[in-house]
């Protein structure tokens, strides 16, 4: 298997969805050949910052080939999010822990350690040299491909998880969950900052990008030690609207070419101000900050957009300080002064500049394309401290931002998983 595999089932419509016994028909074809019997296979999953059918992919597959395998597990791709808790994990897969002990004995679940050398190992390097082919010349940094070394305790590895518009990798899904999904420090770093070089407006929603390209790379490592099968899930809201599984290039392009479909919405005009509600599941602005990724393609320059999530209270609960530390600026604010910041980790510098949005930084005057504002429980005095503005937001009403589009007003609910995008 591995590159020759190509797709070898597809199933992709923009207008209807796929319910659970086609799913389960795709997997059977999937599973059919004898070869998996006796394989120990371990699957990752993303966690509960992706919408996706996990509970319906983590009970059919057990169903499917549990019987037929010494092991079948989950791995949490979690990149440097924080560790999902029992009661979280029993919600992502639907099932609490006692029951899926008693009905799929074979299996365990384990949670993503990126901050723990002895659970990770080197795979080989990406050299600077062909890092800066790779990125069109944007990043010539040498970059040790890291990656949980659970994965040797495995015959072959699955890949289950959805594609999306993204602002580091232009679509998530694919080897992305292996990089950063359960990869070490210094390649999330790079590869985020990468992104951060390339600006997330470029690169949102485009499938060929600088960091693809290194995520792709740097999957040859893996897949020269283990056999990869990806199964790529295309989300419509709630609903799945494509399954693609097969070689982790091949699978990915075709369920990124659906999420190009139904994942972005082109608007006519660009809107003076922006009221983005992320979706309840992002749980610290880490995550949640991708209702201003995007949107921010539709933002007027000199616009603003705003933030707005009452209950969100947490910068990060794993970069937090970091964050604290150094505010958040575009991306030409650390470039003019690299010597300065070239302490701080990539990422949490890639995520400052994803935030803050595009812009300029000249002769020590710093200037954001449009003004990100934060309606949320982070207070204003922090906001302030951290170079970002703020409105309070027991003074917001989203019905005032509601069917004003042509004033140059937008209301987004549920932000996140959408891309706003201009005609």
């Not at 590159?3 to 659970?20: A, F, M, N, W, Y």
């Not at 092991?71 to 609490?96: F, S």
């Not at 929603?205 to 893996?222: N, P, Y």
Request: hydrophobic share 40%; glycine share 8%; net charge negative.
């Amino acid at each position: 298997m591995g590159r020759s595999d190509g797709i070898r089932v597809q199933h992709g419509s923009p207008e209807r969805p796929l319910g659970e016994a086609t799913v389960r028909t795709l997997l059977e074809e999937t599973f059919a050949d004898r070869e998996w019997d006796g394989k120990r296979l371990l699957v990752i999953i993303p966690d509960d910052t992706r919408t996706a059918p996990i509970p319906l992919f983590f009970r059919v597959l057990n169903e499917i080939v549990g019987a037929r395998v010494p092991r079948l597990d989950y791995l949490i791709a979690l990149g440097t999010h924080p560790p999902m808790k029992p009661e979280a994990i029993d919600k992502l897969l639907g099932m609490k822990e006692q029951e899926r002990r008693e009905r799929f004995p074979k299996t365990e679940v384990y949670n993503h350690e990126w901050h723990k050398p002895q659970q990770l190992k080197i795979l080989g390097h990406v050299t600077e040299r062909e890092m800066a082919n790779l990125s069109g010349g944007l990043l010539a940094m040498e970059t040790p491909v890291a990656i949980n070394k659970l994965i040797f305790d495995y015959d072959h590895l699955l890949i289950c998880g959805p594609v999306f518009p993204h602002e580091v990798a232009g679509f998530s899904g694919g080897a992305k969950y292996l990089y950063p999904g359960i990869a070490g420090p210094q390649v999330i770093h790079n590869t985020h900052w990468l992104g951060a070089v390339a600006h997330s407006m470029d690169t949102i929603g485009v499938k060929d990008t600088a960091v693809r390209r290194v995520l792709h790379r740097a999957a040859d490592f893996v897949r020269q030690e283990r056999p990869v099968t990806l199964l790529a899930l295309v989300m419509k809201g709630h609903d799945l609207h494509g399954l693609y599984i097969g070689d982790i290039v091949e699978a990915w392009e075709a369920a990124a070419d659906l999420s190009a479909q139904v994942n972005i919405v082109h608007c006519p005009h660009p809107f003076q101000a922006v009221l983005s509600q992320p979706k309840r599941m992002y749980q610290e602005l880490w995550t949640a900050a991708k209702a201003m990724y995007k949107t921010e393609p539709v933002v007027a320059d000199g616009g603003e957009l705003i933030i707005y999530a009452p209950q969100l209270d947490t910068i990060s609960q794993t970069h937090g300080e970091q964050i604290r530390r150094i505010g958040y600026h575009v991306r030409d604010y650390y470039l003019a002064q690299w010597e300065k910041f070239r302490h701080v980790p990539l990422a949490v510098m890639a995520h400052s500049t994803h935030v803050k949005g595009k812009g300029y930084y000249e002769d020590g005057r710093e200037e954001p394309r449009i003004r990100v504002t934060l309606a949320t429980g982070i207070p204003e005095k922090l906001c302030r401290e951290i170079n970002l503005g703020y409105r309070d937001p027991q003074s917001i009403d989203p019905a005032d931002f509601q069917n004003r589009e042509d004033d140059g007003v937008l209301h987004v609910a549920n932000a996140g998983e959408y891309l706003y995008r201009l005609e």
